[in-house]
Nanobody
Framework: QVQLVESGGGLVQAGGSLRLSCAAS????????MTWFRQAPGKEREFVAG????????RYADSVKGRFAISRENAKNTVYLQMNSLKPEDTAVYYC???????????????????WGKGTLVTVSS
């Protein structure tokens, strides 16, 4: 089992920044690609960003490219999502997920993920 705990969400004005963190425990962190998804009210969960096991490969949704940056600190078993130039349409619950099967790349498919956190709410006001 892997336990994932997100933090860093909150209320921010449009154009502002937030940094989300996801702390992992329970299994070897470097055995998992790590991914952020989000779900806005009334919408399906969608891929935001992911990072491979080593951190060498990253992938972003088109809607966040150039504004969001994912990183991981394996020594701290933590993955981060730096979110800049936030827009009201970024408002959602953000979930961290761990993917054991993807080696050297990032999957965008939520059905591939093995473990999920409970999420952290990000609200961007206009």
């Amino acid at each position: 089992q892997v336990q994932l705990v997100e933090s860093g969400g909150g209320l921010v004005q449009a154009g502002g920044s937030l940094r989300l963190s996801c702390a992992a425990s329970g299994r070897t962190f470097t055995n998992y690609a790590m991914t952020w998804f989000r779900q806005a009210p009334g919408k399906e969960r969608e891929f935001v960003a992911g990072i491979s096991r080593s951190g060498a490969n990253t992938r972003y949704a088109d809607s966040v490219k150039g504004r969001f940056a994912i990183s991981r600190e394996n020594a701290k078993n933590t993955v981060y999502l730096q979110m800049n130039s936030l827009k009201p349409e970024d408002t959602a619950v953000y979930y961290c997920a761990a993917d054991f099967r993807s080696i050297g790349y990032v999957s965008t498919d939520s059905y591939v993920m093995d473990y999920w956190g409970k999420g952290t709410l990000v609200t961007v006001s206009s």
